[in-house]
């Protein structure tokens, strides 16, 4: 059964879908588009430091989402969607997110929370139901995930948090999905990625509202890391390191 957080997540999804005027069934075709424009949340794609996958960080009047370039798109969308959930909730004093963070593996109870919002922010139980009769196949679990624009393994969870999927089936879908069945299985049946702008970006990407700040002059080279730097009141050794793995 979920917990309160897994359920407060999900109950902020559904009311964040209908504030961007979402559907009860509808795929997030451009999460990109949608986090930047219609939440008004400025995003850094670029690469980041290790195992982080991407961070949500408050500057005093707004905030600014960051998400690692060097993930597969599906995993970006769901790092973006896990981020829009800890804005749309108000969690304040965040850690920058891991790998295993965004892939469930965390007790915390913000991060349970953000990641509950973003599996039903992106794939609504509505949506993902209608395409289920009877324990699914691995088939179904494959198209689940291409018409929501998630990982297997992140449509193989939505079917056993929505109770879709037996713990037998699960731990059967699980091992064809460990095998990589599944990659077979899209190729075969023609499948095409959602047409998010995440796949055809080429990073270090801004959002249009941060080419006028000093991290985008700092990232095109306009502004040395030591002006930037004393603007930001932190050190410039730090902020030239994260300024050049961006742009890596």
């Not at 095409?192 to 985008?216: F, K, V």
């Amino acid at each position: 059964m979920p917990g309160v957080n897994t359920n407060r997540g999900a109950k902020r999804a559904r009311l964040a879908r209908e504030r961007y005027g979402l559907d009860t069934t509808s795929p997030v075709a451009c999460l990109l588009t949608l986090v930047d424009r219609d939440a008004g949340l400025p995003v850094v794609v670029g690469a980041l430091h290790g195992d982080v996958a991407g961070a949500l960080i408050r500057n005093g009047t707004g905030a600014v989402v960051f998400v690692n370039a060097g993930q597969w798109v599906a995993r970006q969308r769901f790092t973006l969607a896990h981020e829009l959930g800890h804005a749309f909730i108000g969690h304040e004093k965040l850690s920058p997110d891991t790998v295993a963070t965004i892939a469930g593996s965390t007790h915390v109870p913000e991060e349970i929370e953000a990641n509950a919002f973003a599996a039903a922010f992106l794939a609504p139980p509505d949506g993902v139901r209608a395409m289920v009769d009877g324990e699914p196949t691995l088939e179904d679990v494959v198209r689940v995930g291409a018409r929501f624009g998630i990982s297997a393994i992140a449509a193989l969870y939505r079917l056993v948090t929505l109770d879709l999927v037996g713990p037998k089936r699960a731990k059967l879908l699980q091992a064809e999905i460990d095998d990589r069945l599944h990659v077979e299985l899209w190729d075969h049946l023609g499948l095409a990625p959602l047409d998010d702008e995440l796949a055809s970006i080429e990073p270090p990407w801004l959002s249009p509202s941060l080419a006028d700040s000093n991290l985008g002059a700092l990232l095109r080279g306009e502004l040395t890391p030591g002006a930037a730097a004393q603007a930001a009141g932190v050190r410039a050794d730090a902020l030239a390191g994260a300024a050049a793995a961006l742009g890596r």
